[in-house]
Structure formats: structure tokens, C-alpha cells
Nanobody, 126 residues
């Protein structure tokens, strides 16, 4: 069982930045592909970014490419999401997730993830 705890959410003006963190309880954190997802009120949960076990490969949704950066520190069992140039449409509850992923380096679909955090709210005002 892996427990994930997100932090770093909050209220920010459009154009601002936030850095989300997700701490994991896994003894072998480096075995997991990690991802960030978000869900706005009335909408389905959507993929934001993912990072491979070593951190050498990343993948982003088109809507955040060039603005968000995912990274991880396996020594600290933590994955990060640096969010820059934030827009009101980025407002959502942000979740981190862990996937054993089989033989894949990156996974982007919700069912591929085995463990989820409780989420942290990000609100971007215009």
C-alpha cells in the first residue's frame, strides 16, 4: 500500500506560479511511475503530467505543455509539479498518483494508476 499526500495548493493570480509537492510512503518509490491529474467542478479527472521511474522521461497534456514542469526526487520520495503562467482554466483539485506501470516508462490514463492522493486545491483568479 502506498500513501500519497499532496501539498502546495492555494490561491494565485493569473500569470503567477505555484509548486505542488507529493510525498509518498512507498519503500521503493523509484519503482513507480508518477503522475499528476486534475479535476474541476463538474468535469472529469484529466491527465496533467507524468514522469518515469528515474525521472528521465516526462510527458505533458497539451494544455500545460511549456508552462508546467514535473520532477521527482527519489531520495526524498517526492514528486513535484511546478506550475508557471497559471490561467483561470487551471483552477482544479490536483491529485498525484502512482503506477506500477508494468513495462511502460510513462502512463497517462486514470485506470493505469494504482494509488491516489487526496488532492490539493489550486485556484487561479483572473
Amino acid at each position: 500500500q502506498v500513501q500519497l499526500v499532496e501539498s502546495g495548493g492555494g490561491l494565485v493570480q493569473a500569470g503567477g506560479s505555484l509548486r505542488l509537492s507529493c510525498g509518498a510512503s512507498a519503500r521503493t518509490f523509484s519503482n513507480y511511475v508518477m503522475g499528476w491529474f486534475r479535476q474541476a467542478p463538474g468535469k472529469e479527472r484529466e491527465f496533467v503530467a507524468a514522469i518515469s521511474r528515474s525521472g528521465g522521461n516526462t510527458f505533458y497534456a497539451d494544455s500545460v505543455k511549456g508552462r508546467f514542469i514535473i520532477s521527482r526526487d527519489n531520495a526524498k520520495n517526492t514528486v513535484y509539479l511546478q506550475m508557471n503562467s497559471l490561467k483561470p482554466e487551471d483552477t482544479a483539485n490536483y491529485y498525484c498518483a502512482a503506477s506500477l506501470a508494468g513495462a511502460k516508462n510513462i502512463v497517462v490514463t486514470t485506470p493505469a494508476y494504482d494509488y491516489w492522493g487526496q488532492g490539493t486545491q489550486v485556484t487561479v483568479s483572473s
